[in-house]
């Protein structure tokens, strides 16, 4: 039975209760002492018996009360630290200094296997003596170890104990992807309803599922990673790591050894542990390539022998390794056009894409910028930590007849860049300084004027009357520029968002949003 004896804190009160116990005929088999409490196990103690010894612990001076509880304190503690153990999603062991394996979560049972012996590697990572972290390879597959040396050494010997972890590549993958810079993966992260922006939903939709590779195309700032995230975050692989990789932004050797990781010495100032690379800490989930036009040859012949069969092997390593990646690729160039030019392989475009994406640049997508303004003013002010502030008329229209050569992310930045420099709670057309940005593009074209058809002698129609370079550059712009023209000519005959809305039998709530982004009437 187990006592939790109440009593004052004051000295010889617990050898008191000791000699009541055994007066009682009762063994002490475990005692815990703290503040105002006397923990004691009594194997023999049956329930007859407590009343007894109950009223005898009673008569001590300065103790008030004997109840009976479940666990020890010490129990209970090593209960709750064996349960944030065996929870812990990495394999955590506990050496002893003289080498030996002292404890084990489930976790690390599992990669030690039954006879819970330490790897000599690991071993050896423990006998420097510093913390280190490595991987380390195990059955075959790759693990991030971590020691954490211990203070103690055995007198006269050699460092050997501490704490040691073993992370999978792919829970480090995961926690890269959650740190890292860009918008979660989700369809609502794509802004907009012209039919355009509602074709790549709806191939983001289709793609999401199919585990093969996708190619994004698309200029400079139309928002490809964000498809690609859309497209990893609605499918299967959503809760494994989404990296990303830019390769443009690094020279042919690093976007190998970030790409594929390297063996311990494989080059002049790698890590002396080797690295792993973005395929294996994505292991289970997505890598995004970014301008994979800028690949080097290189690298493009080892990204196709893992497109073909799912292996790879460290720069320097001998070892060949088999992740389950998806590969997403996104690109600016013509990559028919560099195959050609035999700048990149054609074998490797095939397999790149398998999934096509074409993402619209913004000036084809006028119906969609007033809805991207209103987002990204809400975010930036957020972000900012200030008010929303409101556009004039003429603040509005400027932005929405801009020709952002620069697509989504150059509005986004000529939005945070007002917002930062100006805390107006009204901002003008001068508060966005487009002039600086580039030249400023034309208003939303108007749609072309139609011919007059040719017609031969008997008055017959031609076939070919129209021009081949007439018309709107897509079916956005046309839309756009028709909407701007019939809410222009009405809205002097109907200056009312409910009357013109009963005029054309759509709600106010539609005319009063179109108006806003036409510039027609105050937001």
């Not at 003289?98 to 012996?117: E, K, M, P, S, Y």
């Not at 790549?200 to 928002?223: H, M, Q, S, Y």
């Not at 913004?362 to 929303?388: K, M």
């Amino acid at each position: 039975m187990l006592l939790d004896i109440h009593a004052d804190n004051r000295v010889g009160i617990t050898g008191e209760i000791l000699t009541v116990i055994a007066r009682a005929g009762q063994d002490v088999r475990r005692l815990e002492v703290v503040t105002h409490h006397v923990y004691a196990e009594l194997p023999g103690l049956r329930p007859p018996d407590l009343a007894s010894l109950r009223a005898a612990l009673l008569a001590v001076p300065g103790l008030w009360a004997v109840t009976v509880v479940e666990a020890l304190p010490g129990d209970r503690r090593q209960q709750a630290l064996e349960l944030l153990a065996d929870s812990y999603p990495d394999a955590l062991a506990v050496v002893d200094p003289d080498g030996t394996l002292a404890a084990a979560n489930r976790a690390a049972q599992a990669i030690l296997g039954a006879a819970a012996v330490l790897p000599d590697p690991v071993r050896a990572m423990l006998g420097r003596g510093q913390p280190l972290a490595q991987p380390v390879t195990l059955h075959g597959q790759a693990w991030m170890v971590e020691v954490i040396p211990s203070p103690l050494v055995p007198a006269g010997g050699q460092a050997g104990g501490g704490i040691v972890v073993f992370r999978h590549p792919q829970r480090l993958g995961q926690a890269l992807s959650r740190v890292g810079p860009g918008e979660q993966g989700s369809l609502d992260a794509i802004l907009g309803t012209c039919p355009a922006i509602q074709a790549v939903k709806e191939r983001v939709r289709r793609f999401a599922d199919v585990d093969a590779p996708v190619l994004i195309t698309g200029e400079t700032g139309v928002g490809k990673e964000l498809v690609a995230r859309a497209i990893h975050g609605a499918g299967r692989r959503h809760e494994a790591p989404f990296l990303a990789l830019n390769c443009a932004a690094l020279p042919e050797t690093l976007v190998e050894s970030e790409l594929f990781g390297y063996a311990p010495g494989a080059f002049s100032g790698a890590a002396r542990d080797g690295k792993l690379g973005l395929l294996e800490l994505a292991d289970g989930g997505t890598v995004f390539l970014d301008e994979i036009g800028e690949m080097s040859p290189y690298v493009q012949s080892k990204l196709l022998r893992f497109l073909a069969d799912g292996t790879f092997r460290r720069v320097g390593g001998k070892q060949e390794r088999r992740v389950s990646v998806r590969i997403v690729s996104a690109t600016h160039r013509d990559l028919a056009a560099a195959c050609a030019e035999k700048a990149f392989r054609d074998d490797l475009l095939y397999r790149l894409s398998v999934l096509q994406v074409d993402v619209p640049p913004l000036r084809s997508r006028g119906a969609d910028i007033p809805v991207l303004i209103d987002s990204f003013l809400e975010n930036t002010a957020a972000r900012l930590g200030r008010s929303l502030p409101r556009l004039t008329d003429a603040a509005r229209q400027a932005l929405c007849g801009y020709g952002w050569p620069g697509n989504v992310r150059q509005l986004q930045n000529v939005l945070f860049r007002a917002l930062t420099l100006n805390d107006a709670p009204v901002l003008d057309r001068a508060a966005f300084d487009l002039a600086a940005t580039g030249t400023e593009g034309p208003p939303a074209p108007a749609l072309p004027v139609l011919p007059e058809p040719a017609r031969d002698s008997q008055g017959w129609m031609s076939e070919d009357w129209i021009p081949e370079d007439w018309g709107p550059e897509d079916w956005g712009t046309a839309q756009a520029a028709f909407e701007r023209e019939l809410l222009t000519r009405l809205w002097p005959r109907y200056p009312s968002t409910r009357r013109l809305a009963e005029r054309l039998k759509v709600s106010h709530t539609t005319i009063a949003q179109k108006l806003r982004a036409y510039g027609l009437r105050s937001p």
